[in-house]
T-cell receptor, first 114, second 110 residues
Framework: DAGITQSPRHKVTETGTPVTLRCHQTENHRYMYWYRQDPGHGLRLIHYSYGVKDTDKGEVSDGYSVSRSKTEDFLLTLESATSSQTSVYFC?????????????FGPGTRLLVL | EDQVTQSPEALRLQEGESSSLNCSYTVSGLRGLFWYRQDPGKGPEFLFTLYSAGEEKEKERLKATLTKKESFLHITAPKPEDSATYLCAVQAKGNYKLSFGAGTTVTVRA
């Protein structure tokens, strides 16, 4: 998984509870991404970061916030979890310093919101 | 808006029975088209990147090709270990974000 870890790997929480997912990389890649994967929708981008403290929204960012205080860590927070946020969450990293870059994915976090 | 459509949704093959997966796309200037493999309960694993029409890439029993409107992933003489979901994604010029298709789930029976 290209030096990417995600924690926790599985989480069950209740509606209205705040949840934070962590992505940690050992590759020193500049870009980090959070995706969610749902049946029939494929992977959809939630937020991404292009450097420490530099983040931007993806296509499904409502209800999510992110923070990146160190190159190696990218946090995804659900301020008040809802059942529609039950999903599998993947972190990805890339290094666009070259002319062509590829995104590499972590193992995922399976989140169930009851 | 970039769009990616993969077909078929599911493909069941007998071991040794070659076949192809399709990825149709619309993008405002293609920077790259990516193929990933995903096993159940795991993250997507990078396979190939294609950058221009006519380009081909190969890896073991897999071969990816690209035209201006679609990409094909050919599986030659598949084995049960080729069973997985194959994801296609496009990246537009001037953009680092990927737009994914919903995937094709391939099952290869011995």
């Amino acid at each position: 998984d290209a030096g990417i870890t995600q924690s926790p790997r599985h989480k069950v929480t209740e509606t209205g509870t705040p949840v934070t997912l962590r992505c940690h990389q050992t590759e020193n890649h500049r870009y980090m991404y959070w995706y969610r994967q749902d049946p029939g929708h494929g992977l959809r981008l939630i937020h991404y970061s292009y450097g420490v403290k530099d983040t931007d929204k993806g296509e499904v960012s409502d209800g999510y916030s992110v923070s990146r205080s160190k190159t190696e860590d990218f946090l995804l927070t659900l301020e008040s979890a809802t059942s529609s946020q039950t999903s599998v969450y993947f972190c990805a990293i890339s290094d666009p310093s070259g002319a062509r870059e590829t995104q590499y994915f972590g193992p995922g976090t399976r989140l169930l919101v009851l | 808006e970039d769009q990616v459509t993969q077909s078929p949704e599911a493909l069941r093959l007998q071991e040794g029975e070659s076949s192809s997966l399709n990825c149709s796309y619309t993008v405002s200037g293609l920077r790259g088209l990516f193929w990933y493999r995903q096993d159940p309960g795991k993250g997507p694993e990078f396979l190939f990147t294609l950058y221009s029409a006519g380009e081909e890439k190969e890896k073991e029993r897999l071969k990816a090709t690209l035209t201006k409107k679609e990409s094909f992933l050919h599986i030659t003489a598949p084995k049960p270990e080729d069973s997985a979901t194959y994801l296609c994604a496009v990246q537009a010029k001037g953009n680092y974000k990927l737009s994914f298709g919903a995937g094709t789930t391939v099952t290869v029976r011995a």
